[in-house]
């Protein structure tokens, strides 16, 4: 009877996850998985994640970073384990940080400004798409430069803190 109570336990461990979020990002951060796990096999693996940079744009990346990636998961990568280390990545971070560096990843060289046919090409493409109107709403309220750039540190200060911060 003993090894059947160890194993609800443990059960009941990783299902904790789940109660950190609610329901709406779990869906959010399936979807996350469902992309990045790219041979559909349930599970993120190197390949996957040499893929997934590859689709960013990213071909160069060092076999030493995806293993170091892989290294920070306590074993394969299914999606509880993928849920479990963003809620560990996330638990007490500032929201502000955590889109900002979301932004970051596109934004390689720290301009804090991005194309705005890429952001509009990711936001109609990607995960939950963004329809022409949502579109045409954003750059009304966050108008890109002349050059088409979008300052995304704005935008997402506008996002946490729900107003515009005084230009200096």
Known sequence: M???????????????????????????????F????????????KNDL??????????NVKQEEIDDMLKEAPGPVNFTVFLTMFGEKLKGADPEETILNAFKVFDPEGKGTLKKDFVTEMLTTQADRF?????????AAFPPDVAGNLD?????????????????
């Open 152 to 168: 995304y540190k704005n935008l997402v200060y506008v996002i946490t803190h729900g107003e515009e911060k005084d230009q200096e």
């Open 50 to 59: 040499r893929d997934t940079f590859a689709a960013l744009g990213r071909l």
């Open 34 to 45: 469902t992309i990045m796990d790219q041979n559909r096999d349930g599970f993120i693996d």
């Open 131 to 139: 329809s022409p109107e949502e579109m045409e709403q954003m750059f």
């Open 2 to 32: 003993a090894p059947k109570k160890a194993k609800k336990r443990a059960e009941g461990a990783s299902s904790n996850v789940f109660s950190m979020f609610e329901q709406a990002q779990i869906q959010e951060f399936k979807e996350a």
